[in-house]
């Protein structure tokens, strides 16, 4: 099967079996311990940590790599603009560099390999229906200031599910293009943004007809903005839940303290 980012790999293991709410309350902490580790020796354990939560979740390799793969030009760019723009000792043979800046270009970078890589694999392991129910359960406070939680929360679920389906689309509608012999490649910059209209028109008139069609699924559910709506199975935190939740936790500010 084909990975694509956003896709959701039911699995019988450990962490799919984790409330949603838990793995949303960790994957926001783990985001930001990932951004405040400076050392190697702390950003090696995290990956570590992550490296053996992945394995119990059972999600292939090219799962993840498929979550980290569009991503790799930030990556790149980040760290190439911390090599040139960070005051330090200069780098022989490439002038404006300095070590300093690649010491931070490569920190970085696997800062932002660390956060990305705890958030796919959330998303690969969480349904967005899931998803869904814990963002609603937490912005459970705002409904008091007369906020739309509800709204909110199905806007993020449809999000979540037409990631998948435009990549798929547009990987689509490539290959049909090439097969039509529309050179998408060859040429000057100037070039290849014209070459993509054959390929954002008709995605645009595919997203559009989704659109629609959900629209037109609602109103045949009787869905209605603001209304009550019950669910077939309610959330309940249990002990793995709970001892998932005391272990990141310690995990954490060992990795903090470092």
């Not at 390799?61 to 911390?82: C, Q």
């Not at 019950?230 to 005391?246: F, G, Q, S």
Request: charged share 15%; glycine share 6%; hydrophobic share 50%.
């Amino acid at each position: 099967m084909r990975m694509t980012v956003g896709h959701y790999l039911p699995r019988a293991s450990v962490v799919h079996g984790l409330d949603p709410r838990v793995k949303l309350f960790l994957m926001g902490c783990a985001i930001g311990v990932s951004f405040n580790l400076e050392g190697a020796l702390p950003l090696a354990a995290f990956a570590l940590a992550l490296g053996g939560a992945t394995v119990l979740s059972r999600i292939p390799p090219r799962g993840i790599a498929s979550g980290l793969a569009p991503f790799l030009w930030l990556f790149a760019i980040t760290a190439i603009l911390h090599v040139f723009m960070t005051p330090g000792d200069p780098l022989p043979l490439v002038p404006y560099a300095t070590r300093q800046g690649l010491v931070n270009g490569v920190r970085v970078g696997c800062q932002l390999v660390l956060a990305i890589w705890v958030s796919t694999l959330t998303t690969l392991t969480t349904s967005p229906l899931d998803t869904v129910w814990a963002l609603e359960w937490y912005l459970k406070p705002l409904k008091y200031l007369k906020v739309p939680t509800e709204e909110i929360a199905l806007a993020v679920m449809i999000a979540i599910r037409f990631i998948p389906l435009l990549f798929e689309e547009t990987d689509r509608i490539i290959k049909a293009q090439k097969a039509r012999g529309v050179d998408l490649e060859s040429g000057g910059l100037a070039r290849k943004v014209r070459s993509l209209v054959p390929v954002l028109v008709p995605l645009l008139h595919s997203v559009f007809r989704r659109a629609d069609d959900l629209a037109v699924a609602l109103t045949l559910r009787c869905y209605s903005p603001g209304g009550v709506r019950t669910r077939m199975k309610e959330m309940a935190l249990r002990r793995a839940d709970y001892i998932t939740l005391v272990c990141a936790c310690i995990l954490f500010v060992f990795l903090l303290s470092w």
